[in-house]
């Protein structure tokens, strides 16, 4: 049986292909799906993919995962640079690995969005190389699996 990656998205990004194209892309999250569904497939994985502007509902997605998930790979879009509690939620299920996942480059944008509070209990984060961060972090995860 394939080993199941959630790979869940936060705030804003379900205005993918829209919102701020020259930042973050003309590709929908739906086209992202597609592309990470392709991926897994060919590496053996079966995608929950999901999207939420909601911080509860995220943290409840990490603790699912926790349990039934072999990974994650985590787009928290802007709750990445505020929430502690996604922080909390990842650290409690720790060992699962995380990728965390930016389509633009963090460290090139306003200054409050050069760190993030996820990034020190995640495994590793992609920034800056648009929706191919997604298919990178699936390869990332299932060579750790």
């Not at 379900?14 to 497939?41: F, M, Q, S």
């Not at 909601?54 to 997605?61: F, K, S, V």
């Not at 090139?108 to 992609?126: L, Q």
């Amino acid at each position: 049986m394939a080993k199941t990656v959630y790979v869940l998205n936060g705030p804003n990004l379900n205005t993918l292909g829209k919102r701020e194209p020259g930042i973050y892309g003309g590709k929908t999250l739906a086209d992202i799906e597609a592309d990470c569904r392709a991926a897994a497939a060919g590496l053996g994985l079966e995608v929950e993919f999901r999207q939420s502007n909601h911080e509860g509902m995220l943290i409840d997605w990490i603790h699912e995962a926790g349990e039934r998930g072999a990974g994650i790979v985590l787009n928290p879009g802007a709750y990445g640079h505020t929430s502690i509690a996604l922080h909390d939620a990842i650290r409690a299920v720790s060992p699962l690995p995380v990728i965390e996942v930016h389509l633009s480059n963090i460290h090139a944008r306003e200054p409050f969005r050069h760190r993030t509070m996820t990034a020190p209990v995640v495994a590793g984060m992609i920034c800056g190389l648009g929706p191919i961060g997604y298919t990178l972090a699936l390869q990332a995860l299932a060579a750790r699996l």
